[in-house]
């Protein structure tokens, strides 16, 4: 089987109001994302997406298509789908970084290959060891206090029961009385997690987590900044909460110096982030070797990149969503969908099928209609 042509497309989408993101990056209003169809000789098309964030990544819709485009589709066309491995090479010879756009080829990549063995991407990743159902926790955008405390309760009621947190968005007294509200909303037997996203210095994230001690933090995501393995080490030393890096883990040699620095007691991980689901498998199973969990992170994905997420979760048993909720609920942040098939998500779960390959159909008049502009 060859790769005949790879078409990419823009497409936006908003975010509902009432899920509007805040986090210590700044607030995601719409998603601007890129779809991928890679096209085959032997008539099975896959599909791949790219939720492309400058803040999060540096890339762009229009970085990422001009790359696909120009860069990646001419040195692709020809190569074998089914070798993700050889898929991973080519693109890694083309260009450095740019994972969201890479993991968009990579995942369609995975869909042609489950197609055309008449398998989910899961089966193909050695076999499901959880239910196709997965419990997400929720992620509290950093609102003000009142916000907060109303959707706290909201999430109670639709079922949550590890809910996070957002802050290091500038005020420590404000991210306290965020969380001491939470708390109070959703009573002690709830798990409180804070997700600070680079927001704090060291100093500032001992303190934070102290200060919160009387609210029962029990898990502290990426509380420094980006590239100081050695000062996330320091803030493990000194907090109680268990320590998720996330927006510093982005390939193996980040999860390396991780362990290298006993920086974390567990990484956030997920497709786009960590370049696709075969590179993220390999972080996850490094991670297993070297006493560090994994769960799914998230950038509010949409349908197709969800689906790679929950495949990779059901296939991998280091993967600990039981033990750590994970986030992905993407879909269910956005005014709608772009498959014909939207992903099951209720509450808290996000339910994949067992369908061949990623198990989710674009509806491409959907993505013509919503193009970037
Ligand atoms: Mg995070």
């Known amino acids: 089987m060859k790769i005949t042509r790879i078409v990419a497309r823009q497409v936006l989408v908003p975010v509902k109001p009432q899920k509007l993101m805040i986090t210590a990056l700044g607030q995601h209003r ?177 303190d934070a987590a102290h200060r919160m001690e009387p609210d029962n933090v029990c898990l502290f995501e990426q509380p420094t900044p980006r590239g100081d393995f050695e000062g996330l080490a320091e803030v493990r030393r000194n907090v109680k909460p268990v320590i998720m890096a996330d927006d510093m883990a982005f390939d193996l040699a980040d999860a390396k110096e991780l362990a290298h620095h006993k920086a974390c007691d567990l990484i956030s991980i997920y497709p786009g982030k960590n370049g696709g689901i075969r590179k993220s498998k390999e972080i996850v199973e490094y991670a297993a070797k070297h006493g560090m969990a994994c769960s799914i992170g998230s950038n509010l994905e949409l349908d197709v990149c969800t689906a790679a997420m929950a495949h990779l979760v059901v296939a991998c048993e280091n993967m600990q969503v039981e033990k750590y909720p994970g986030d992905m609920l993407g879909p269910s942040y956005h005014e709608f969908p772009i498959v014909k098939d939207p992903i099951d998500i209720k509450g808290p779960f996000t339910t994949i099928t067992n369908k061949p390959g990623l198990g989710v159909e674009v509806d491409w008049a959907v993505i013509e209609k919503n193009p970037v502009t």
């Not at 968009?104 to 193909?124: F, Q, R, S």
């Not at 969380?179 to 500032?204: F, M, Q, W």
């Open 30 to 206: 719409v998603s601007k994302y890129v779809i991928v169809r890679v096209e085959t000789d032997a008539g099975i098309d896959g599909a791949g997406e790219a939720t492309v964030a400058p803040l999060w990544s540096g890339e762009t819709v229009w970085g990422c298509q001009a790359l696909i485009d120009h860069v990646l589709a001419p040195v692709l066309v020809g190569a074998d789908p089914s070798d993700i491995a050889g898929i991973d090479a080519i693109m890694d010879r083309a260009t450095q970084d740019n994972w969201f756009a890479k993991s968009a080829i990579e995942m369609a990549c995975w869909d042609i290959k489950g197609k055309d063995a008449g398998k989910p991407v899961y089966e193909l990743l050695g076999g499901a060891v959880r239910p196709l159902a997965v419990r997400s926790r929720f992620s509290l955008a950093a609102y003000a206090t009142e916000r907060a405390r109303t959707r706290a309760q909201e999430l109670v009621d639709e079922g949550f029961t590890t809910i996070k947190v957002k802050v290091g968005t500038g005020s420590t007294d404000a991210d306290v009385e965020r969380v001491h509200a939470v708390r109070e909303v959703i009573g002690p037997k709830l798990a409180l997690t804070i997700d600070a996203n680079c927001g704090y210095s060291v100093a500032a994230a001992i």
